[in-house]
Structures are given as C-alpha cells and as structure tokens.
C-alpha cells in the first residue's frame, strides 16, 4: 500500500522553509526520500532506519515517529536547486526480510526567485 | 563506473506487440527492481529480484514478467503490449548495508508506449 504524502505541490521564494510528510498505515522498518527533476531519475536523499540510524543529505533532515509510522522532510533556507519532486518511499517490517520499496505519488516542490 | 543502464531509452510499440527491456548494473548490487512511474501515481513497483535466479512480484506484476539469469541484469518482459502499459520505466538496484539501510540507485529510465 501506498504511503500518503502531503502537500501534493507547493512553491517557494529562496530561502523559505519546507515541510513535507509522509505516513503509512503499516509498520515500518524505514523511510526513504528521494528527489526527482523533470526528465530524471530519482536520486537518494536520506533514509530514516528504525531504531534511529539516518543517512542523508547535508542540508536537508528528516524524522522519523516509528509509532505514528509518519515522517517529515525539513528543507530550510531553499534554494532554486531544490525544485523537483520528492518522493518518500517505505520499506516494512517483514518477518522474512524487508526488499520492497514502495513509495508515495510525490510533492512537487517549486522555488522562484 | 557506468552504474545502472537501461536499454532502450525510447520505444513505440503497436498493441500485441512484445519487447523486453534491459537493466544492467556495474556495482555487484545484489537487489535489483523495475518501476513504472505515471502521472500523478508515483513509482510502483512491478517486479524484484534479490539475488540471481530470484525474482518476485511487487504491486502491479499483470502483463510483465522478468528474468535475472545474471547477477548484473535484469530483464523486464512485454509478452502482449497494452496501451495500459505506456509509462516510464525505472529500473533499481541495491545493497543492503551494515546499518540495515537499503538505498536504490536508479537507472535514467526508459519511455514506452504503446499504440
């Protein structure tokens, strides 16, 4: 099942602040952000491990609530670059291993100068 | 290093018809994935395999099948083209690190349609 992400859109000037979240209806063992530009493949951001372990970008965080099975990307002080689409993409707990990678519809996030 | 290529990049296809594309992986990756990515609905999974041999059915296997009779590729199969199944093909693969984290590194995609 798909996880639900919100904002569908949303446009920023240079150097706002940005939330977008993500949430599942199932447990899950970790919670992966990628970008999208138009025309590209998807590129890793960061990923949030249960349990605490992140791995990501330098100047963008995420969090990870494992009870509420939600997460949230804080993207501070934007820049032009940072327009895409972001996509978050849950893996769940699985007795016999977690290799699935399912991922929500997206948010199109778009800077202006 | 090349990463994840996928071939071909462009294809138009009458109803009926067959294809198959291929993923292939420099990075002795041990999972690799094929995702159909549409307007509005995001990246669904259609097929996975973690390891040669292996593969296993994601969210929308109807009308593909695949084959990973090599560790570095992986093929996805069109028997009997739809226009359903016009979209843009991504293909996947990873390694699950010490920590438990599995991240994908995504080949450049592929444009189909069908006519």
């Known amino acids: 099942q798909q996880p639900v992400q919100s904002p569908q859109a949303v446009i920023l000037r240079e150097g706002e602040d940005a939330v977008i979240n993500c949430s599942s209806s199932k447990a899950l063992y970790s919670v992966h952000w990628y970008r999208q530009k138009h025309g590209e493949a998807p590129v890793f951001l960061m990923i949030?491990?249960?349990?605490?372990e992140q791995k990501g970008h330098e100047k963008i965080s995420a969090s990870f609530n494992e009870k509420k099975q939600q997460s949230s990307l804080y993207l501070t002080a934007s820049q032009l670059s940072y327009s895409g689409t972001y996509f978050c993409g849950t893996e769940q707990i699985s007795g016999a291993g977690s290799y699935q990678l399912t991922f929500g519809k997206g948010t199109k996030l778009s800077v202006i100068p | 290093n090349a990463g994840v290529t996928q071939t071909p990049k462009f294809r138009v296809l009458k109803t009926g018809q067959s294809m198959t594309l291929l993923c292939a992986q420099d990075?002795?990756?041990?999972?690799m994935y094929w995702y159909r990515q549409d307007p509005g609905m995001g990246l669904r999974l259609i097929h996975y395999s973690v390891g040669e041999g292996t593969t296993a059915k994601g969210e929308v296997p109807d009308g593909y099948n695949v084959s990973r009779l090599k560790k570095q590729n992986f093929l996805l199969g069109l028997e009997s083209a739809a226009p359903s199944q016009t979209s843009v093909y991504f293909c996947a693969s990873s390694y699950i690190e010490v920590t438990g984290a599995n991240v994908l590194t995504f080949g450049a995609g592929s444009r189909l349609t069908v006519l």
């Open positions: 949030l491990l249960k349990g605490g």
């Open positions: 990075m002795n990756h041990e999972y």
